[in-house]
């Protein structure tokens, strides 16, 4: 069984969505149900591989263990914080997705460590949790609450990324009637969306993507991309989109990852718009702390040469995040060096800022962007490689 991929998948989310409407309606807490469910779906997908569904349980008793044992580290410090203990753990927390990608790279000669559905996304809320931990923010995490916040289902394998701060308040919450039917209704409305968008727009485009497969010239390059990319853009959005219409339903607010990407004027705007749980996550956890660790440091010359080389870095570890194959970290390379390129250009320019408000401009602006955009996803898709 697949995630938002079958009818029979459907048919069980309604089974599962009418004890949830119950208890919402009636303005009970759905944690321990929300958890309980989500275990038995995951078994259910997993189940057929015997060999994913042991990954995953060694993968959640190691975070479990991680998060906890660094919790009472921390909590024993209290203003004495060790970055090299806390170093030491988020090694430990990330090591499990580092050996799936490089069993994954090896093309199946080195033994299929850690390879389970969900994983990557997965680690991004327990290395969450061990940075919070660190920064003094967290101060208990309890069994059903972590359990819960990992294991959601229906952003079990493509997210979107929550907060586990965030997340623990809709845990917590018994809804009045009336927010709970508006939020029951906006789940609806986001799941017959999501449909919409994966299984109807997602296919059609998906004949273009069929139709320019294999290309030779240049004009069947772009029109792959442009198809490609449009195709990502549907069918992610539109699993992102049913994920976010059950979180609500089962009384959990699960982020917006997709904000009409493709009316991007500017590479930064455009990730700030594509898949943004996955960006902002990056952008508070890992490029504000190189660029705090690198001031504090006196790495670079300049704060603008920080940020450049910030961007890219931060953008490598993305494109390696999704795997390790040539394609992925040339996307990952691709987009820092325009990110550092943006930023340079938007902080030294004197054009820019004096037509950066001007229709024309804005336009223009659009226009490469969008190619530039569509460009990348031709690198993800590894036609060119």
């Known amino acids: 069984m697949s995630f938002f991929g079958s009818i029979y998948f459907f048919l069980l989310l309604i089974l599962i969505f009418l004890p949830a409407v119950f208890l919402g309606i009636t303005g009970k807490r759905m944690q321990g149900y929300r958890a309980a469910v989500s275990v038995m779906m995951i078994l259910m997908a997993l189940w057929p591989d015997k060999e994913q569904l042991i990954y995953l349980g060694a993968f959640y008793i190691l975070e479990y263990i991680l ?89 079990f394998s493509c997210g979107p990324i929550d907060r586990s701060r965030r997340y623990r308040q809709d845990a917590e919450k018994g809804y009045e009637r009336k927010e709970y039917l508006e939020l029951l209704g906006d789940g609806l409305q ?96 890992l490029f504000s702390r190189f660029m705090m660790l690198a001031i504090k440091g006196k790495w670079f010359s300049s704060r603008l040469t920080g940020a450049s080389i910030g961007f890219i870095v931060n953008m490598l570890v993305m494109g390696a995040w999704h795997g390790l194959a040539a394609n992925y970290i040339l996307y990952g390379l691709y987009h820092g060096l325009l990110l550092a390129l943006t930023e340079v250009y938007q902080k030294k320019s004197g054009f820019y800022k004096k037509y950066k408000k001007a229709v024309w401009y804005r336009l223009l602006s659009w226009f490469i962007t969008l190619n530039m955009v569509m460009f990348g996803f031709l690198l993800f898709s590894g036609a060119i490689i």
């Not at 799936?100 to 790279?105: F, G, H, L, T």
Request: hydrophobic residues 50%; proline residues 3%; positive net charge.
């Open 190 to 285: 986001k799941l017959l969306i999501g449909v919409i968008y994966k299984f109807i727009l997602a296919v059609l485009v998906h004949k273009g993507v069929t139709f320019f497969q294999d290309p030779r010239t240049l004009l069947e390059y772009a029109g792959y991309g442009y198809c490609y990319g449009i195709y990502m853009f549907f069918d992610f959005a539109g699993y992102s989109a049913m994920a976010i219409g059950a979180g609500y339903i089962l009384g959990i607010r699960v982020p917006e990852n997709f904000n009409k990407p493709f009316i991007s004027v500017d590479m930064k705007d455009f990730w700030n718009r594509w898949h943004m749980t996955l960006s902002f996550w990056f952008r508070d956890f």
């Open 67 to 155: 998060v906890q044992v660094y919790l009472a580290l921390r909590l024993r410090q209290k203003n004495q914080r060790s970055p090299a203990v806390y170093r030491l753990f988020l090694v430990f927390c990330v090591l499990p997705l580092f050996l799936c990608k490089v069993s994954e790279a090896a093309g199946g000669t080195v033994p299929g460590m850690f390879q389970f559905m969900g994983i990557s996304y997965l680690t991004f809320r327990a290395v969450q949790m061990i940075i919070e931990i660190y920064d003094g923010i967290i101060h208990e995490v309890r069994w059903l609450d972590f359990t819960d916040f990992l294991l959601l289902f229906s952003t």
